[in-house]
């Protein structure tokens, strides 16, 4: 495919820059931007205010910025802002965001979306992200970067999902999942360190073994959460990740997976 395919429908207030190529029956509604050098295949639907940035591809039949699945919403002005060199593929959907949320879903950039993932109003949603098929993101979900989604996960509106983590495929999300952890199960329950991502990522032996520690503390079984945490926090308080750990749990309003 090169070009603008004759058969595609691009409207007069869509802007494409140099470079992109749309498949035939697509259609790109007013009020689009589109990146240079990004590829959208056949049978896709891109409207509303919709914002994508360069060399994405994106395959046939997505559907990206369609009207949240919100009874409340009436219309409003929202969008959908997509980063750079995302491959998102078959069947994959991203809704607008709402007037009572933030406004905007928000796909950062380098992601691997697979086959009929979708990512609902409000998500933010950040880079080298892997979602496997038919993972599902409800509203209001926030993800960390470098997070990795098995097949058929769904998380639960409002949940965040910290950096580097791992979640096993089929696992029902209710509560927030702790950084640079592997969960899993029915409930889902905290399994370890995600050894895999933490060296895919290039994290240093000091970090993980701080973290390891930090986790045992703060999981450590007839210990109050808090006290898990100001222990962990006194004993790496110069460790980055740790601190970033520390403060993603204290900021949980659904609670933490836990083993």
């Known amino acids: 495919m090169a070009g603008i395919d004759p058969r595609a429908v691009i409207d007069e207030g869509a802007e494409l820059d140099a470079g992109v190529e749309v498949g035939p029956f697509t ?3 007013p009020g689009v931007k589109i ?7 056949a049978h896709a639907v891109v409207e509303g205010r919709t914002d994508i940035g360069s060399g994405n ?3 046939p039949f997505t559907y990206i910025g369609g009207p949240p699945q919100h009874v409340d919403y009436k219309g409003e002005d929202t969008a ?5 060199n995302n491959r998102i593929r078959e069947y994959v959907t991203i809704h607008r965001g709402t007037a009572a949320g933030s406004g905007e879903t928000r796909l950062g950039s380098d992601n691997f979306i697979m086959v009929g993932c979708h990512l609902a109003h409000d998500c933010l949603v950040g880079d080298r992200i892997i979602m496997a098929n038919l993972a599902t993101l409800a509203g209001h979900v926030e993800v960390g970067d470098d997070a990795v989604f098995g ?5 639960h509106q409002y949940c965040r999902v910290g950096r580097v983590v791992m979640i096993a495929a089929m696992t029902k999300v209710v509560q927030d999942v702790p950084p640079y952890t592997l969960v899993g199960g029915d409930p889902p329950k905290f399994v370890g360190l995600n050894r895999v991502g933490l060296n895919r990522v290039g994290m240093g032996e000091d970090s993980k073994k701080a973290l390891r520690k930090a986790y045992r503390m703060v999981f450590a079984k007839g210990v109050k959460l808090e006290q898990g945490l100001e222990k962990a926090e006194f004993e790496f308080s110069g460790v980055t990740e740790v601190a970033y750990l520390l403060d993603f749990i204290r900021g949980s309003s659904r609670g933490i997976i836990r083993g």
């Open 35 to 41: 990146g240079q050098g990004t590829v959208i295949g």
């Open 57 to 59: 591809w994106i395959g």
């Open 80 to 84: 959908v802002v997509i980063g750079d």
């Open 151 to 155: 097949g058929f996960v769904g998380v």
């Open 27 to 29: 259609y790109v509604g």
